[in-house]
């Protein structure tokens, strides 16, 4: 994967309101979340300490808690929130058209 190279990978109403789903980018899992006021985050979707599905977890307007161990990442940064020391590469993402554009 080249850097700043934007991909269209699925529409907006694939993903319902307070929710995310994974999306497969050249085989990296990406998690797309669409926030409560419509806005957009994508994050890896593998957590890092036991390899926890992202898209699955509870998510607010700034943090995902893996749905495994807890474990609670910074939803613009990738950062972990909860203590620990890992974090997830966070990408830019934005709606374009109904569609989900990723740049990776």
Request: glycine share 10%.
């Amino acid at each position: 994967m080249s850097s700043g190279v934007r991909i269209d990978i699925g529409r907006i109403d694939e993903i319902p309101v307070g929710e995310g789903r994974t999306f497969a980018i050249d085989g990296t899992q990406i998690a797309v979340f669409r926030l409560r006021d419509e806005s957009l985050r994508a994050i890896d979707a593998v957590c890092p300490h036991k390899g926890g599905p992202l898209a699955d977890g509870l998510a607010d307007d700034r943090v995902i808690v893996c749905p495994l161990h807890n474990h609670t990442f910074d939803l613009c940064t990738g950062t972990e929130v909860s203590g620990a020391r890992m974090s997830v590469r966070s990408y830019p993402v934005e709606a374009v058209d109904g569609n989900i554009r990723v740049t990776l």
